[in-house]
């Protein structure tokens, strides 16, 4: 084994979502774990959550990153402010960065000026925001686009100024919705890079995203949630909570090109979610 598992860095226990009377998303559980691998420097967390259209996957990244109220459950990440490795806290608004399909951005805001809007409550001094701006601008490759507008942009730059926006308010968590949704070939190809720097910047930057694209999720994540509507006692429930979970670093099929054995697991995956 090439890597470990040390403390955990989200934990989510009997999660449920209700709008009104109606139950969206339930008994949702899950813990992830902060990896190291050998000889690696940064190996960040990469999350994919799969299934069909209308089975809650939206409705948990809400629940996720604190923009819908909790029906019952709860949310911990790891406290990073606190000097125990173990320490964590509630989830509240903001803790974990939200970037939605359309990348939305400040209309009337440069990249700069969006960036600096970001860092507006950070403890950091004028010139160590300016530092931080620049040092990111540049390890995203913006450098062209750090005085233009939104829609000036390609996508791919509207989506990693959207992702930076997120970083700094949100530090090490991050979630994407969709992010792959609509895009040609080139931009999907940016937003896999994307993934890997975010990965590559700290071993504790965690990145949850969906998708429709099973191979992509092959491809990008070490672990692999499909969320369905389950099937109890013979009866088919109408609201979505995880009915499948693949560690593809306990599988041996982590951060390697994809192969027979992703087939295999493609094959596993979509059935489960033919299922729910």
């Keep these: 084994m090439d890597f470990s598992f040390k403390e955990t860095v989200l934990y989510v226990e009997n999660l449920s979502v209700a709008y009104d009377d109606t139950v969206i998303i339930k008994d949702i559980n899950l813990t992830e774990k902060d990896v190291v691998r050998n000889g690696v420097d940064c190996t960040g967390q990469v999350?994919?959550?799969?299934?069909?259209?209308g089975r809650g996957k939206s409705t948990f990244f809400k629940a996720l990153t604190g923009?819908?109220?909790?029906?019952?459950?709860?949310?911990l990440i790891k406290d990073f402010e606190s000097e125990d490795p173990?320490?964590?806290?509630m989830v509240k608004e903001g803790d974990i960065g939200l970037v939605n399909q359309k990348y939305t951005l400040f209309r009337h805001k440069t990249v700069t000026q969006t960036l600096r809007f970001a860092l507006r409550k950070s403890t950091l001094s004028e010139t160590e925001k300016d530092k931080k701006i620049k040092d990111y601008i540049h390890q995203w490759g913006l450098e062209t686009c750090a005085d233009k507008y939104p829609n000036e942009l390609s996508?791919?730059?509207?989506?990693?100024?959207?992702?930076?926006?997120?970083?700094?308010?949100?530090?090490?968590?991050?979630?994407?919705?969709?992010?792959?949704?609509?895009?040609d070939v080139g931009n999907i190809e940016?937003?896999?890079q994307s993934f890997e720097l975010l990965s590559s910047l700290s071993e504790y930057n965690t990145v949850i995203f969906s998708t429709h694209d099973i191979e992509l999720a092959l491809?990008?994540?070490?672990?692999?949630?499909v969320i369905g509507h389950?099937?109890?006692?013979?009866?088919?429930?109408?609201?979505?909570?995880?009915?499948?979970?693949?560690?593809?670093?306990e599988m041996g099929l982590a951060w390697k090109e994809v192969g027979e054995k992703h087939d295999k697991l493609y094959d596993e995956i979509v059935r489960q979610m033919m299922n729910s």
């Design 219 to 225: 491809q990008l994540a070490q672990s692999i949630y």
């Design 155 to 183: 996508g791919g730059q509207r989506q990693r100024t959207a992702i930076i926006e997120q970083l700094f308010s949100s530090d090490k968590f991050i979630v994407l919705d969709e992010p792959f949704s609509g895009l």
């Design 86 to 89: 173990a320490a964590a806290k």
């Design 230 to 249: 389950p099937t109890i006692n013979g009866e088919k429930k109408d609201y979505g909570t995880i009915v499948a979970k693949y560690d593809l670093r």
């Design 190 to 192: 940016e937003v896999k």
């Design 67 to 75: 923009l819908v109220p909790l029906h019952t459950g709860k949310i």
């Design 47 to 53: 999350i994919a959550f799969v299934g069909r259209s």
